[in-house]
């Protein structure tokens, strides 16, 4: 998906919701249980209650590659069933020296090779150049790299000092050498909210895939004050909330009326800006 298509898409869509599909077999409704794959019927039923609502969807793999190969089945059955105008995007924060990166990009890029080709990839840049280009040969993909996660831990490495910058500050200047807005990612927690401001002068134009809404507390207003472009510039994620609104009969409904609710505050927010 290109980058033009995506913004065609959440103005048409009035939304940039991203709905995490962290499908876990222990949260799911008791009743999916006598479905030959209740995990892909879980997906099945939240994507159809959704598609209208968001222009992405992101599966976790662990949520999959935890249940070994049933569960990467249901990862291959819930791709093909995403709808083909979302970004879909595989949360997988994969980074390794390059021929291993070669082999994570045709397991998730790669449909004749493994059943899959999502649009793009969580990527941790920890180990540079060579870890994330090998994505960026499978054209109009997409590589999102993690730069200041929502996560406690954030603290512990992104905030280190290089000198001049902090780390996570380094690491945008550093992979906006590698390819353009219309390529890469930013991966910015939601619970980072002051940050944004800082990140756009180092990101003005890239996307950023903002998770921690919902369960982890982040502010979809504060990410919208700071974070917001001409363009968007924004996808922000919800899986918990979203997915797990109500555990019974009526979970598709509940998760269709807390993806509603968000891509209503998200129509105002557009309007706000002057996008739609
Ligand atoms: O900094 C990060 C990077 C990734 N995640 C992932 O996003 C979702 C968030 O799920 P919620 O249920 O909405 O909290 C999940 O897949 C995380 O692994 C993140 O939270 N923070």
């Avoid at 979302?86 to 045709?106: C, F, M, Q, V």
């Avoid at 917001?228 to 555990?247: E, P």
Wanted: aromatic share 12%; net charge negative; proline share 3%.
């Amino acid at each position: 998906m290109t980058r033009q298509q995506l913004i065609d898409q959440i103005k048409q869509k009035k939304s940039f919701l991203c709905v995490g599909l962290d499908t876990d077999l222990d949260k799911i409704p008791e009743f999916l249980k006598q479905y030959p794959d209740p995990v892909f019927e879980f997906n099945k039923r939240i994507i159809d209650a959704t598609k209208d609502l968001c222009v992405a969807y992101k599966p976790n793999s662990a949520f999959y590659e935890s249940y070994g190969v049933k569960g990467l089945q249901s990862l291959i059955d819930t791709w093909q069933y995403l709808p083909k105008e979302t970004l879909n995007i595989i949360d997988a924060k994969r980074g390794d020296i390059g021929n291993t990166s070669d082999k994570y990009a045709r397991a998730f890029f790669d449909e004749t090779a493994s059943g899959m080709s999502f649009d793009a990839i969580t990527v941790t840049p920890y180990m540079g150049n060579d870890s994330v280009t090998p994505y960026l040969k499978y054209e109009g993909k997409w590589v999102i790299i993690l730069a200041l996660t929502s996560s406690v831990g954030s603290k512990d490495f992104q905030y280190l000092n290089t000198g001049d910058d902090y780390l996570y500050e380094a690491v945008i200047k550093k992979a906006n050498t590698w390819a353009g807005a219309d390529r890469i990612m930013y991966v910015v927690g939601a619970t980072k909210s002051t940050e944004f401001t800082n990140i756009r002068k180092y990101a003005p134009d890239n996307f950023l895939l903002v998770p921690g809404v919902g369960a982890q507390g982040g502010s979809l207003e504060d990410v919208c004050q700071y974070g917001i472009t001409k363009d968007c510039g924004l996808l922000v994620n919800a899986s918990r909330s979203i997915i797990y609104a109500s555990n019974g009969e009526d979970f598709a409904d509940a998760a269709r009326e807390e993806a509603k609710s968000l891509q209503k505050q998200m129509a105002v927010e557009l309007e706000k800006a002057g996008i739609i």
